[in-house]
């Protein structure tokens, strides 16, 4: 499709067994439903007003390779395996991307991801290893699956919130990266883990109300650097 692949009702299937791949060099907008199965959609477009939306529906495969192009989410997305940015730039807008893939690296970004004021969602279970959170700038990012360890791919900055709802976020051994956040801080959902290692986590927020829940987690360097920025423990702080 060279240019809007749009579905205003019914049902778009890549076909059972098939897999069917789609190659859209416009807007995608789903208003039914569509199947991806194990298929891939390739994002192609150049220009810098394409958009996303998805409908509810999850993709399988999303790469984006459109030298220069643009597209942003206009509702909630899911990547199902992988999420590729090859060429062009992925706007996230405000809406949550749920990144669900169980490769260990459901987010390759060899383009540029621009979170705006979204949320990325890590929930995959990578029954081979760890899953890697891809170093990218996060508005507010999400850690969520009891069974497993999400481990950072270098020095992250998450601009808006974090929450590790369940399973481990990992700074890696003998790496110790550093986050910084600037927003709350949440790690109290069940089976929610940090391992700070040596790493150190800054908290940048310049708001009066940010909110620190480590969960009786422990960090290592601890370093608020925020101008006018109050955060308020909501439990005891190791």
């Known amino acids: 499709v060279s240019n809007n692949l749009t579905i205003t009702a019914g049902t778009l299937d890549s076909k059972s067994g098939r897999n069917y791949a789609l190659s859209v060099g416009g807007n995608f907008s789903n208003a039914g439903t569509f199947t991806a199965r194990s298929g891939t959609v390739t994002l192609t477009g150049t220009d810098s007003d394409n958009t996303i939306t998805s409908g509810g529906t ?8 459109g030298s220069g192009g643009t597209y942003t989410l206009q509702d909630a997305g899911a990547v199902s395996n992988v999420l590729t940015i090859t060429a062009g730039t992925l706007n996230g807008g405000s809406s949550t991307l749920t990144l669900s893939g169980t ?3 459901p987010f390759v970004n060899n383009g540029t991801f621009t979170a705006s004021t979204g949320t990325v969602a890590y929930t995959g279970d990578n029954s081979g290893g760890n899953t890697t959170v891809t170093n990218v700038t996060y508005y507010s990012l999400t850690i969520s699956n009891t069974f497993e360890t999400y481990v950072l791919a270098g020095n992250t900055t998450v601009g808006g919130n974090l929450t590790i709802s369940s399973g481990t976020l990992d700074t890696v051994s003998g790496q110790n990266y550093s ?3 600037g927003g709350n801080w949440d790690s109290s959902g069940d089976f929610a883990t940090f391992t700070a290692r ?4 800054t908290f940048t927020g310049t708001d009066s109300d940010n909110t620190i829940t480590s969960g009786n987690d422990s960090f290592y360097n601890l370093t608020q650097n925020g101008s006018g920025g109050t955060y308020t423990m909501q439990d005891a702080l190791t």
Not at 58 to 64: E, G, I, V
Not at 198 to 201: D, K, Q
């Open 103 to 105: 490769t260990g690296t």
């Open 198 to 201: 040596r790493g150190t986590v």
């Open 58 to 65: 999850a993709f399988y495969n999303l790469p984006q390779n």
């Open 179 to 181: 986050l910084g956040v």
